[in-house]
């Protein structure tokens, strides 16, 4: 079982014969890794402290998007050191037991997955809050966000073990399966969010020349318009980051591997990566109150630092306090 798997693995990873030609690739990954490893932690880091702060953010919202958030930490603490200490072995010519490849690659899958899960729970959910709208908050309760959350974590978890199963061929087809299920389920959604979304500004935009009564009504509305967009956006980074990796994953597994197909691998497995670290700059951008919240935690720690000290000094005993 293990050979099979290290077998597989081969269409993915380099040989030794290919290391001389892809020796600049390696050593680029690893760079790009060790900075995304902080920049995925640190930002994601304050982004669940704003977002745990923000009382604008719908609950449901707020759970989702923690959960979003914990897991890029993960990627951050466990993923990415993980593919870069591959990559080193990869480098130095270092044979790696398949055993201990296998262990260290559930973590690596577990918490990649549980990203990607994420970003599909979020989509549904803003999806929903548009479609139904006034009927939301009676179907999508907080208990339930919490329930899918959990599911979420454990379809992660399948995900990774089952490279721990025999038979090389049906792990690639049930991951295959999943991920093709997920991405058509967030393109359809997000095509139907972006007509829903058309068709509510326009209804908004003839309420608002008409009666003042409903201007509460309308603009809790554009509130939850605004940050449907602003998820759109995240949508976008993940497409952008995981459909290189996938769509060369499919073109290994159909036409067989090569050393540019290896290299361009490498490069997409580091770009999505990135998406660890774009989602908080998202975040920031496109929603108003989760910003707010991030400056004000820059400027508590910026006053902090900066604030000047105080000397108090006791003339009767002549000594100097300082005072922070």
């Known amino acids: 079982m293990s050979e099979l798997f290290c077998n597989e693995s081969l269409d993915y990873f380099p040989t030794y014969t290919e290391l001389k030609d892809l020796r600049s690739t390696f050593i680029t990954n690893c760079i790009f890794n060790n900075v995304l490893t902080h920049t995925s932690i640190m930002l994601n880091i304050v982004t669940i402290y704003a977002i745990h702060k923000t009382s604008a953010i719908a609950k449901t919202l707020k759970t989702l998007l923690l959960s979003l958030a914990f897991s890029d930490v993960a990627v951050g603490l466990f993923s990415q050191p993980v593919y870069t200490f591959f990559l080193v072995k990869w480098l130095h010519l270092e044979h790696i037991n398949c055993n201990t490849y296998q262990v260290l690659n559930i973590p690596f899958l577990l918490f990649l997955a549980a990203s990607f899960l994420g970003v599909v729970a979020v989509g549904v959910d803003r999806f929903l809050a548009v479609h139904l709208h006034l009927r939301y908050q009676e179907l999508v309760t907080h208990r339930r966000v919490v329930v899918v959350v959990i599911g979420k974590w454990l379809c992660s978890a399948f995900f990774s073990l089952i490279t721990l199963w025999g038979l090389a061929g049906a792990q690639e087809i049930i991951k295959s399966v999943i991920a093709a299920f997920c991405f058509i389920v967030t393109f359809v959604v997000y095509i139907r969010i972006y007509f829903t979304v058309r068709r509510h500004k326009n209804q908004i935009?003839?309420?608002?020349?008409?009666?003042?009564?409903?201007?509460?009504?309308?603009?809790s509305f554009i509130v939850l318009l605004k940050s449907t967009v602003g998820i759109f956006y995240v949508y976008l980074v993940f497409l952008i980051c995981y459909l290189p990796s996938f769509i060369c994953m499919a073109v290994i597994r159909m036409y067989g591997s090569s050393t540019a197909l290896k290299q361009f691998s490498l490069y997409s497995m580091t770009l999505v990566f990135i998406n660890s670290s774009l989602n908080p700059?998202?975040?920031?951008?496109?929603?108003?109150?989760?910003?707010?919240?991030?400056?004000?935690?820059?400027?508590?720690?910026?006053?902090?630092?900066?604030?000047?000290?105080?000397?108090?000094?006791?003339?009767?005993?002549?000594?100097?306090?300082?005072?922070?």
């Open 205 to 219: 935009h003839s309420l608002q020349v008409q009666e003042v009564a409903h201007s509460d009504e309308i603009k």
């Open 281 to 324: 700059v998202i975040y920031c951008w496109k929603m108003r109150h989760v910003r707010h919240a991030i400056m004000n935690i820059l400027r508590k720690m910026s006053w902090k630092n900066n604030r000047p000290l105080r000397i108090n000094y006791n003339r009767s005993s002549s000594v100097v306090h300082v005072d922070n």
